[in-house]
T-cell receptor
């Protein structure tokens, strides 16, 4: 059974700091990995999708890497801003399990001004 | 493209009542998913459709839950005889097959069972 773990559970940083969020998964047989952002009481916004054959994806100040063999992904946020405060969720699409996503519990990020 | 929409956004009901939620996917997407999210947890998969066919159901989807997508467009999720443990955010997502199946989520329906 695929399990996804995110560390840390919560993070508080001053504005302008670069930060790294971690995601690990127990089974390396995945099609892809997605990072999402969720604001309180809201739905999920897709940030980045990395296919299993890729090593990283970038969008603006965000960079996500994938090490499939070791079951790890990181989300790097450069020059953090108060508007980045949200919960960040990592999800994998496992091979052989149809099309569902398996999510971690998320990292709650607070960027202080 | 207006994105995935869900209705209602909030629902408060009494235990034992039936509730129905609606999801309208992105128009060209043929795959539609339902997830449930409780406080402090990531979403958990419930079921998914390709066009009008329901292709996978989670064990979380007890016999009190039923989902339909009659014309391959919008979908409904019904919960019968609601229980307090059903209180959660119900999220809908859609994707286009033939791509990398990137899933796009709606704003969710927050259900509170009193």
């Amino acid at each position: 059974k695929q399990e996804v773990t995110q560390i840390p559970a919560a993070l508080s940083v001053p504005e302008g700091e670069n930060l790294v969020l971690n995601c690990s998964f127990t089974d390396s047989a995945i099609y892809n990995l997605q990072w999402f952002r969720q604001d309180p009481g809201k739905g999920l916004t897709s940030l980045l999708l990395i296919q299993s054959s890729q090593r990283e994806q970038t969008s603006g100040r965000l960079n996500a890497s994938l090490d499939k063999s070791s079951g790890r992904s990181t989300l790097y946020i450069a020059a953090s801003q108060p508007g980045d405060s949200a919960t960040y969720l990592c999800a994998v699409r496992p091979e052989g399990y149809g099309n569902k996503l398996v999510f971690g519990a998320g990292t709650i990020l607070r960027v202080k001004s | 493209d207006t994105g995935v929409s869900q209705d209602p956004r909030h629902k408060i009901t009494k235990r034992g009542q039936n509730v129905t939620f609606r999801c309208d996917p992105i128009s060209e997407h043929n795959r539609l998913y339902w997830y449930r999210q409780t406080l402090g947890q990531g979403p958990e998969f419930l079921t998914y459709f390709q066009n009008e066919a329901q292709l996978e159901k989670s064990r979380l989807l007890s016999d009190r839950f039923s989902a339909e997508r009659p014309k391959g467009s919008f979908s409904t999720l019904e919960i019968q005889r609601t229980e307090q443990g059903d209180s959660a955010m119900y999220l809908c997502a859609s994707s286009f097959s033939g791509s990398v199946y990137e899933q796009f989520f709606g704003p969710g329906t927050r259900l509170t069972v009193l």
